[in-house]
């Protein structure tokens, strides 16, 4: 049995003075040490979900419930030791005036003593390939620098759960790569359960799960090779197809032969091979 | 309108403590109507020229020539509204360009603050809603109350409504849903090409630079480390990866197929469309 770390069950909500419900009717679980994705067109209500699971936004209906903790005020604070979140704008994180003393900050709260905070501090910016920047202030980097301290942020405290809300939009390819991979590490190594809002679809296709939010419903939910089956309709979604089942439709509509369509590289190339190519 | 660095050099916070220099000695050429991508890793000093190019950070050595304007390190710049009006930046952060209770008054504010009536100034913040894929219902919403994306939209839409002649777009898409930045990217290039805008990106899209750019400028630590058309950028995979790059995807799967067939293809296919057809075309000559 799957153990369930966080349980949404029909949760709809409001933001005051709107006309819309944000979020309608919303049910999921997630389990301990999956990678989920969440995708969804722009304002399907995915940073209203996100800060709600990070105790910003309470229900108008429904419950959530998060690492055993039922999510009503008093018990915000364990909610936030047990899941970290990296916000869409970094600006709207960074509390401290350097960038060690930023990431030193969330530890403080969690009353990690000073000695061990230092060498976690480092560590973490390390991961993130930041160690050049500890005195800079974190308003003053660039937009990829900033997404990375965010993350060093959150890595540090070493919660059980992450929850990133588009984390990685500004990271030039190599450098998305490299900190995406540094998360899976945990997640592989240490169980540690990865929500990650994104927009990138070949990010998508490599988690667990993936959930599609639509005008603040729940469209659908399942592999990534399901979601992506659904195609043409993932457009109407305002999503896409990843690199591979577009490739497959353009040689298919270019008169070559395939199996199926693919939904890997490696295996579309060897069947484009194989059928059309090999006497 | 050509925009013309020289040596161009910027450091933040010069002359305190905590200076940092961010480019030096950059010099390039934007040609009028051309599509011009700047790629290069974090912090690389993209965000840093593009400011440059209307005049809000000005150099600390170099030169910048703006159509008929010169903008140089050490002199005063005067009137730089008629720049402002004739390049238009998006920001990478669009909470940076939102201020106003209301999108219609955050898009109508720059035609208006440029001389166009308040009735011109409507009109065109209803075309330019409708070219975001934005429906009109946010012209009454503060903009402080719409998701990421959304403001994206409305900072794109604000700088439309100015018209500009050039277009200078800092990572315009992230943040946007995949159908909005495919139909977003189009929009540019139509107008660019329809109306002879001049467009200037910084992507981390090696995908959309390889689709629209007619030229490729690198950067690296500071510096232009190379520019050239895409298909020669795209064709060195080894130049690219050393500065934290990557081939396009369309590139990569190109080959894969080639390592199959044993020798490359004639040419470094930009698009998947491009591929297909390439491929296609290859089978009909082998059969
Ligand atoms: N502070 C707010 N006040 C009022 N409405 C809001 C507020 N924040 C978001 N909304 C609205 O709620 C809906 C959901 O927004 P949300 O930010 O959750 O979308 P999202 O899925 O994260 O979108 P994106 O991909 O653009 O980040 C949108 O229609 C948005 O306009
Ligand atoms: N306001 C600032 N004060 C001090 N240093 C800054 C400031 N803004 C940027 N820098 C520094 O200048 C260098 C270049 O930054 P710039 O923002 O131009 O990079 P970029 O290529 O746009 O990166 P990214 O792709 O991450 O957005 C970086 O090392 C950055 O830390
Ligand atoms: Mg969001
Ligand atoms: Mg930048």
């Known amino acids: 049995m799957k153990e369930k770390v966080i349980s949404i069950k029909g949760v709809s909500f409001q933001y005051p003075d709107q006309e819309a419900f944000a979020l309608r009717n919303v049910s999921f679980d997630v389990y301990k040490g999956e990678w989920l994705a969440i995708v969804g067109h722009n304002g399907s209500g995915k940073s209203t979900l996100a800060k709600m699971l990070n105790g910003l936004h309470y229900p108008s209906e429904g419950t959530v419930s998060i690492g055993g903790y039922a999510l009503i005020e008093e ?13 869409q704008n970094p600006d709207n994180q960074f509390v401290g005036t350097t960038v060690q003393d930023d990431v030193a900050f969330g530890l403080e709260n969690n009353g990690v003593e000073h000695s061990a905070m230092q060498e976690r501090v ?27 301290v965010a993350i060093a942020g959150v890595i540090a405290l070493r919660p059980d759960i992450v929850l990133l809300d588009e984390a990685t939009s500004m990271l030039d390819p190599l450098g998305r790569e490299e ?4 998360v899976r590490e945990l997640n592989e190594n240490e169980g540690l359960t990865v929500i990650s809002i994104t927009h990138d679809l070949e990010e ?27 195609d043409r309709e993932l457009l109407n979604l305002g999503l896409g197809v990843p690199f591979a089942v577009q490739m497959s439709q353009l040689l298919t509509d270019a008169g070559l032969q395939l199996s199926r369509r693919h939904f890997n590289e490696e295996e579309l190339v060897k069947d484009l091979w194989t059928l059309n190519f090999e006497k | 309108m050509d925009i013309k660095l020289r040596e161009v050099e910027y450091s933040y916070a010069a002359g305190t403590p905590f200076e940092r220099q961010a480019i030096m000695d950059v010099t390039f050429t934007i040609p009028s109507g051309q599509y011009v991508a700047i790629i290069g890793h974090t912090g690389s000093g993209k965000s840093t020229v593009l400011q440059h190019l209307n005049a809000l950070l000005r150099p600390l050595k170099g030169e910048i020539e703006i159509g008929s304007r010169t903008i140089a390190a050490g002199r005063k710049g005067k009137k730089l509204k008629d720049v402002r009006r004739r390049v238009g930046i998006v920001f990478q952060f669009p909470e940076h360009q939102l201020f106003d209770e209301t999108v219609e008054k955050d898009i109508c504010f720059g ?12 009109k065109r913040t209803r075309e330019a809603i409708g070219l975001v894929g934005l429906p009109e219902e946010v012209l009454g919403k503060s903009p402080f109350d719409l998701s990421g994306g959304q403001m994206r939209r409305v900072a794109i839409a604000g700088v439309l409504a100015m018209k500009p002649d050039v277009l200078v777009l800092d990572e315009p ?7 909005g930045r495919q139909d977003i990217m189009n929009m ?3 107008l660019q090409k329809k109306n002879g805008l001049t467009c200037v990106l910084v992507t981390h ?83």
């Not at chain 1, 988690?207 to 399942?222: F, H, K, P």
């Not at chain 2, 491009?274 to 075309?281: F, G, Q």
């Open chain 2, 173 to 179: 898409t992230a943040g946007l849903d995949p159908r």
């Open chain 1, 204 to 230: 998508a296709s490599r988690a667990d799960r993936v959930i599609v939010l639509n005008e603040g419903m729940l469209y659908t939910e399942g592999t990534p090779e399901r979601i992506f089956q659904l």
């Open chain 1, 122 to 148: 480092f560590a973490s910016l390390e991961k993130v390939g930041m160690t050049a920047f500890l005195n800079q202030e974190p308003h003053h980097l660039s937009g990829g620098q900033k997404q990375r």
């Open chain 1, 75 to 87: 018990n915000v604070w364990l909610i936030r030791e047990k899941l970290g979140m990296v916000f």
């Open chain 2, 205 to 287: 899209s090696m995908e959309d630079a390889a689709r629209y750019a007619d030229k490729i400028i690198i950067m690296h630590k500071g510096q232009v480390y190379r520019t050239g058309a895409p298909r020669d950028i795209f064709s060195d995979a080894d130049s690219l990866t050393n500065v934290g790059l990557d081939i396009p995807e369309t590139v990569r799967f190109q080959r894969m197929f080639e390592s199959h067939l044993g020798h490359p293809l004639d040419k470094v296919c930009l698009t998947p469309e491009e591929l297909a057809a390439e491929v296609s075309r290859l089978r009909g000559e082998m059969t």
């Open chain 2, 111 to 122: 035609p208006m603050n440029f001389g166009v009536s308040e009735e011109e100034a409507k």
């Open chain 1, 179 to 182: 900190v995406i991979n540094t």
């Open chain 2, 188 to 190: 540019f290039a139509t």
